[in-house]
């Protein structure tokens, strides 16, 4: 194993038992991760990128059920530990900015104590002056002013805004190795999403920290990630650093999706959208489930084996494609 690799999701499938049967969201997903590495997850909403996410951490939903893969963090697989050794690594080594920062946080609680809560579960030790001392300063670091008098407002009194920045206080209290940040910017202004985006980069650098980021942005993906892994109906059909994606996309859903982003110099005029819908997953899936919706299609897309492999041999760009462009 590689000695810089922080996160390995290896062959992950996920499924959740509904009203209606067994439903396969995740279709064997790899991704790796290394020490100080920032990652984004892109796809459509329902392409499985935050269920990606929340299995790693082992915060599924009781309905979801993990039926194969490894998930290994720096080498120990964490699907083996128990959800007493698991809730020890939460928040002290990996932590997560969910999506709508008012639904995570307690409505009843003062911020402020929300971030002593972490600090007293992975510093028993550390008396209550230093927590607080410490919550003060967490809320500092994140750019709230007069941090002081911030610690005892309640969620409600805050700005959108000012809530994503105490998530991202209450994530970054125990100075993780790995930030998960789950569309982080969701429901905020444009000049608000630039300036937590900002934060959460300058943050991870600071701290020296890995960022695996989730959004269907590719511009935000582009601006603040060195590499992205394109995913569809719970597979990965693209992994490549940033700039070899933007110059060269080889599968057909990447160039879709570019497609339908827009970018400097493209109108909306010239935007295309991705035809079809995401697939049924309720219903049996062929090897590739974005084969229903591409134009290259090939008989032989459907067949069995399809897995993520290096594209002309470049082992820093992965492609799960049997007729790439």
């Known amino acids: 194993m590689h000695t810089n690799l922080l996160l390995s999701v290896q062959n992950l499938s996920v499924a959740f038992d509904t009203r209606h049967g067994r439903v396969a969201v995740l279709d064997k997903v790899n991704l790796n991760l290394h ?9 459509e909403s329902g392409s499985g990128k935050s269920v990606t996410a929340y299995a790693a951490l082992g915060i599924l939903d009781p309905a979801g059920k ?18 007493q050794e698991m809730r020890k690594l ?10 709508n920062p008012r639904t995570a946080l307690n409505p009843i609680r003062k911020v402020g104590r929300q971030i002593e809560d972490v600090l007293q579960a992975h510093n028993p030790g550390m008396g209550a002056k230093a927590r607080k001392e410490a919550a003060i300063e967490q809320l500092a670091s994140v750019k709230i002013t007069d941090p002081t008098r ?6 409600y009194e805050l700005s959108g805004g000012m809530c994503q920045r105490v998530m991202i206080a209450i994530a970054l209290a125990c100075k993780p190795r790995l930030l998960i940040a789950d569309e982080p910017t969701t429901g905020l202004d444009v000049t608000t999403q630039v300036v937590i985006m900002d934060l959460v980069h300058e943050l991870a650098q600071a701290h020296g920290m890995a960022t695996l980021l989730i959004t269907h942005d590719l ?3 582009a601006d603040y990630c060195s590499r992205i ?27 879709r999706l570019m497609a339908a982003t ?28 974005f084969s229903t919706r591409c134009e290259r299609c090939l008989p032989q897309c459907k067949e069995p084996g399809l897995a993520l492999m290096p594209y002309s041999n470049n082992t820093s760009h992965l492609i799960a494609c049997r007729n790439p462009l």
């Open 35 to 43: 020490k100080g590495e920032t990652l984004a997850i892109v796809g």
């Open 66 to 83: 993990i039926t194969n893969g490894k998930v290994e963090f720096e080498g120990r697989n964490l699907l083996e530990l128990s959800s």
């Open 90 to 99: 939460r928040g002290r080594d990996f932590a997560m900015i969910f999506q």
């Open 150 to 155: 911030r610690y005892n407002a309640y969620p």
């Open 219 to 221: 511009g935000l993906a």
């Open 229 to 255: 892994a394109v995913m569809h109906a719970g597979q990965v059909l693209e992994d490549a650093p940033v700039a070899t994606l933007f110059k060269g996309a080889r599968h057909p859903y990447t160039a």
């Open 262 to 289: 827009l970018q400097p110099g493209i109108t909306l005029e010239k935007l295309v959208s991705i035809p079809g819908q995401l697939p049924d997953l309720r219903q049996p899936q062929p090897s590739c489930r």
